[in-house]
């Protein structure tokens, strides 16, 4: 069935979501888009979920679009359709009110590395190879890309990654500022879950509003972004989660 070509899993307050057509290099064609949607959709308004995390399953992350839907038989229309519904899960990913973690590990490829961008976080295994990859099939990045390239390693470095469609290891990632942190592929998947029970134990508002200030942050001046922080801040200390904080530190 659809549904098992992207698995949720409920593990304390994190959503654990696996893209599982590993035979695929868990490319995202219909039969998988279309359960990533049903399933984010169902975590985003799940009010027990503080966290989200995106992986692929075995041994690759994603290759991005499936290439069987490209070439002369290809139906523009429909494609047009499957990429405006994949662009709603990665706006629902950035723009939503909980923070995503990516899980890289092995193959991160066109739009696969927009999935992979479109989180807030990205931890990547040692043997991770991420790759922009359009120009090299006469295309232009999409699924975002252009957007998050930009955002995490500048203009210069975007369009030579974009323009040379080389591949990336996890090292140059890492140097570059377009992953956070390497972890051993072994360890990876424990890794990432324990970062994201540790960020889950924050007060769900707390970490909605952060994560949308932060996103707005390099949109807007700095007198803008303090008003922004003006406006919120007193609603978060009203809150009885500070309440409870404060009591914690101050019994």
């Known amino acids: 069935m659809d549904e ?6 409920r593990i304390g307050n994190v959503a654990r979501c696996t893209l599982n057509h590993p035979a695929n290099m868990n490319a995202m064609g219909p039969e998988m888009g279309e359960p990533m949607l049903r399933g984010i959709d169902g975590v985003m308004v799940d009010d027990s979920i503080r966290v989200i995390v995106i992986r692929g399953s075995g041994g690759n992350f994603c290759s991005g679009s499936d290439l069987s839907l490209l070439g002369d038989h290809m139906d523009p229309a429909y494609l047009r359709g499957l990429m405006n519904s994949i662009n709603q899960l990665l706006l629902k990913l950035h723009h939503g009110p909980k923070p995503v973690i990516s899980e890289v590990d092995g193959y991160a490829v066109g739009g ?20 922009a990859g359009f120009i090299r099939i006469g295309a232009v990045p999409d699924m975002g890309v252009t957007y998050f390239l930009t955002e995490r390693v500048g203009m210069a470095r975007a369009k030579e990654i974009a323009f040379t469609g080389d591949v990336l290891d996890a090292q140059t990632a890492l140097s570059i500022g377009l992953i956070n942190r390497i972890v ?3 360890e990876i998947s424990e890794a990432v879950m324990q970062l994201a029970a540790r960020i889950a134990k924050a007060p769900a508002d ?10 707005r942050a390099t949109h807007l001046d700095l007198q803008t ?21 404060i009591k914690k530190l101050f019994p």
């Open 184 to 186: 051993p592929h072994e």
């Open 112 to 131: 696969g590395l927009g999935l992979a961008l479109a989180s807030d976080m990205t931890l990547a295994s040692e043997r991770a190879k991420l790759c």
């Open 4 to 9: 098992e070509r992207f698995l949720v899993e």
């Open 225 to 245: 972004v303090m008003d922004l922080e003006a406006h919120i801040q007193p609603l978060m200390l009203l809150s009885e989660a500070h309440r409870a904080a």
């Open 206 to 215: 707390a970490l909605s509003w952060t994560k949308r200030n932060l996103n």
